[in-house]
């Protein structure tokens, strides 16, 4: 009887309301916003494709160094791999498209229409700026890789896909990959390891102390780059106001098809898209 009555208690006593949770209003997002979250993403592709590699191998991200030769004095190298049969320089670039581009071209396009430095020339400014810090017994050891995101189709020589090359173009999610199947080309061609333990963590070093971490310094190249990519660009000014945008909007605008070829601000995107 007791279990009775305590059920019938249960039962009439009311529920307590859930909490509910009220999520804030979603903030539109700029195409600045876009881009730079598209880049933040390629770059965690990266990082796990890096992290698939052999422990034995060494690398290094984001390095800025003395390059006399380069228009702000310095080189960026966005990703170094030193394995015991090469020393990689990834070139990694974040465009949208279809990328056409020959050996012979110091350009490139994208879309047909954007106009890109062949990443491959940029490249052999990095090496050569790498090279100068390490022994000149370790030069012939590189290889030049330039990896676009899964969003860009190539349109390019064909040797950039040959594994033989050491100049050697891949989308991101194959960067590892294509590491792989040329140290194990190497390895077939030479009986040894070019790079012994000792040399890997010597260069490594070398590169490490010779990398530029000051803020400053960083900004005043980024600023340099910026304002030569405009000056040398008819396209990085809105095709109706005139207002200069960033390489991230003008890559967008170029992706996009309903611009047709033509770059524009946030403000007349909006009036274009109607």
């Known amino acids: 009887m007791l279990l009775f009555l305590n059920f019938l208690k249960k039962k009439s006593e009311p529920k307590p309301k859930q909490a509910t949770s009220i999520s804030p209003p979603k903030s539109k997002r700029t195409n600045e916003q876009i881009a730079s979250r598209k880049g933040e993403l390629g770059e965690y592709k990266i990082d796990i494709q890096l992290d698939q590699l052999p422990k034995t191998y060494r690398h290094l991200s984001d390095l800025l160094i003395h390059n006399p030769k380069a228009k702000s004095g310095y080189s960026q190298i966005d990703q170094v791999v030193i394995t015991p049969y090469a020393i990689f320089a990834i070139e990694t670039k974040n465009y ?9 071209r110091s350009t490139w396009l994208v879309n047909g229409s954007f106009k890109m430095m062949n990443p491959f020339v940029q490249n052999y400014g990095h090496i050569k700026a790498l090279s ?3 022994d000149e017994k370790y030069h012939d050891w590189f290889v030049s890789m330039v990896s676009f995101t899964k969003r860009s189709t190539f349109k390019v020589d064909s040797d950039y896909r040959k594994i033989a090359s050491n100049e050697l173009i891949v989308y991101d999610i ?16 030479h009986k040894e390891p070019l790079l012994s333990e000792s040399d890997i963590s010597s260069i490594y070093l ?51 098809h309903n611009f047709k070829g033509k770059v524009y601000c946030y403000e007349h995107q909006k009036t274009i898209n109607k």
Do not use: W
């Open 96 to 104: 949208q498209g279809t990328i056409y581009g020959e050996k012979d």
């Open 132 to 134: 100068s810090l390490i």
């Open 174 to 189: 194959e960067l590892s990959e294509f590491i792989h199947r040329k140290v194990s080309v190497l390895k077939m061609l």
């Open 206 to 256: 070398d590169f490490l102390q010779a990398n530029i971490t000051d803020i400053k310094v960083r900004k005043e190249h980024n600023r340099v780059l910026s304002a030569s990519e405009q000056k040398s660009s008819s396209r990085s000014v809105c095709a109706v106001c005139d207002k200069p945008v960033s390489d991230k909007v003008r890559a967008y605008c170029l992706a996009n």
